[in-house]
């Protein structure tokens, strides 16, 4: 493995890395994911170097939520040195034992009955908690979902308030649980890592958190069982929600929706904007959540389902 660092962030990392106490290091690039961060191991050292370009990236909000976590007691990442105007944080290295690198169908139940309990304890923990972080409200739903209909090109301005019409009476419907908890927003086998060697719920390490806000509990749910990159097992999805009531069953099936939406549009603009074309191979996966989750809704999803089929034939 080599560092794929340009020349002008490599040398700003090794006097970052020399200030926090590594004055030689070798460091291994890991691939690169849909974001603008990217991540280097420590050759022997247990750590990883996260590069977060600033004007491009933020890491304070990373920095935040893996505290309000370690404070709660789950598995974020030990952060050893932070360097927020520089771009750069020196972190625990949990590993290649991503969830998504050791799924089998031996294990698969085990590992998602794991991320579904750390998922519990988290809201639990967080229910209507005074946390320092934005709301996850209407206007945030709103913008996300905006996003199919403008990539990879724009719809024309009528069908597009079309489109934002049809939306609000769903979105209204999940904008404002009475005790929001804390979403990360990007919860699945990616961003999972399995710690063999702990015990209970600290098995299960956390990464890619730093966009985590104030909402409503279904989110993650969604965002695990209903995951844009992997087939997950229906049967998997139809056991959670068994137990849950209508009210979260229609919540789920709502954010399944506006999650999908958000996701078709996203890899259309990785792939336009960002010259990342691996991701579009996704994008008939996550249009079946979409339909899947608007025929779940019944009459409710019926006019963006219609709405769909006559602007997005397939």
């Known amino acids: 493995m080599t560092c794929t660092l340009p020349a002008e962030r490599y040398n700003a990392a090794l006097e970052f890395l020399k200030t926090a106490g590594f004055p030689l290091v070798t460091l291994d690039s890991l691939p690169a994911d849909a974001s603008f961060r990217s991540y280097h191991r420590l050759r022997d050292k247990n750590l990883l170097l996260m590069n977060a370009p600033p004007g491009?990236?933020?890491?304070?909000?990373?920095?935040?939520?893996?505290?309000?976590?370690?404070?709660?007691?789950?598995?974020?990442?030990t952060l050893h040195a932070v360097d927020a105007e520089s771009g750069f944080v020196l972190l625990e290295d949990f590993g290649s034992g991503t969830f998504t690198n050791i799924l089998t169908a031996e294990n698969e139940r085990a590992l998602y009955t794991l991320a579904l309990s750390v998922l519990a304890a988290l809201q639990e923990k967080t229910a209507g908690a005074a946390l320092p972080l934005p709301p996850y409200d209407l206007a945030v739903l709103q913008r996300e979902v905006n996003l199919l209909v403008e990539w990879p090109a724009p719809l024309a301005d009528t069908a597009r308030a079309g489109y934002t019409a049809l939306w609000l009476p769903l979105l209204n419907a999940v904008a404002t649980?009475?005790?929001?908890?804390?979403?990360?927003?990007d919860y699945h086998v990616d961003n999972l890592m399995l710690r063999a060697e702990k015990e209970g719920l600290a098995r299960c390490g956390l990464l890619d958190f730093q966009d985590a806000l104030l909402g409503h509990p279904a989110y993650d749910a969604v965002s695990?069982?209903?995951?844009?990159?992997?087939?997950?097992?229906?049967a998997l999805e139809q056991e959670f929600l068994r137990d849950k009531d209508a009210a979260y069953t229609r919540a789920y099936s709502i954010l399944g929706a506006?999650?999908?939406?958000?996701?078709?549009?996203?890899?259309?603009?990785?792939?336009?904007?960002?010259?990342?074309?691996?991701?579009?191979?996704?994008i008939p996966r996550t249009w079946g959540y979409l339909r899947r989750n608007l025929l779940r809704l019944g009459a409710d999803g019926q006019p963006l389902m219609n709405f769909l089929n006559r602007e997005f034939p397939l």
Do not use: M, N, T, W
Not at 57 to 76: H, P
Not at 225 to 231: E, H, K, M, T
């Open 56 to 77: 491009v990236e933020d890491i304070r909000s990373f920095v935040l939520v893996a505290e309000i976590l370690s404070k709660l007691g789950f598995a974020a990442p």
């Open 177 to 185: 649980p009475q005790k929001p908890v804390l979403v990360l927003r």
């Open 224 to 234: 695990l069982l209903q995951d844009a990159r992997r087939d997950v097992p229906e």
């Open 258 to 282: 506006q999650r999908a939406a958000k996701i078709v549009g996203i890899f259309h603009r990785l792939h336009v904007r960002d010259g990342k074309p691996k991701y579009l191979h996704h």
